[in-house]
């Protein structure tokens, strides 16, 4: 299947896509805190609404098939710089699998290989018990992105 993207400002993306954004986290049973709503509150709790970058995958009918909300961040790493991304639900999710992962993984690697400048991506606290996460994995090393996984024991 082919997607259209787009990369818009989260407050575009709460006008256009709330509704659409709201049953595709429904209908694939995502953590709550991944609902336009909550990503709305939290990003303004955190002052960080203004700098927060919306990417969305629609299908040829236009209609939604995946909202990654995200930011774009400076770091340094042994002194050398680094830019990233960092999925929005880094601050708000225990669990974060971004929404149309349990569908189509392959959405995922399309998020990566659509947003430039980017060195590293940061996803933390996914579990490992989920079924999209597997095929994530398997997805994101057939395209030889790569991934380190840091283990965590709960």
């Not at 995946?66 to 050398?80: A, C, D, E, V």
């Not at 974060?96 to 189509?104: A, F, K, V, Y």
Request: aromatic share 10%; charged share 20%.
């Amino acid at each position: 299947m082919s997607y259209n993207t787009i990369i818009i400002p989260l407050d575009q993306a709460l006008q256009d896509y709330a509704v659409a954004w709201q049953l595709l986290v429904e209908a694939e049973a995502l953590e709550p805190t991944q609902m336009p709503g909550w990503v709305e509150a939290i990003c303004k709790a955190f002052e960080v609404y203004d700098s927060v970058e919306v990417w969305c995958a629609l299908d040829d009918q236009k209609e939604l098939m995946s909202i990654i909300p995200f930011l774009r961040k400076q770091n340094t790493m042994y002194g050398i710089p680094v830019k990233s991304i960092e999925l929005i639900t880094n601050i708000i999710s225990y669990h974060n699998i971004p929404s149309g992962t349990p569908r189509d993984p392959a959405l995922f690697t399309l998020f990566l290989e659509t947003i430039d400048q980017w060195d590293m991506c940061i996803i933390p606290n996914l579990v490992v018990e989920n079924p999209a996460y597997p095929e994530l994995l398997h997805v994101l090393h057939s395209q030889k992105h790569f991934v380190h996984e840091l283990a965590t024991v709960v």
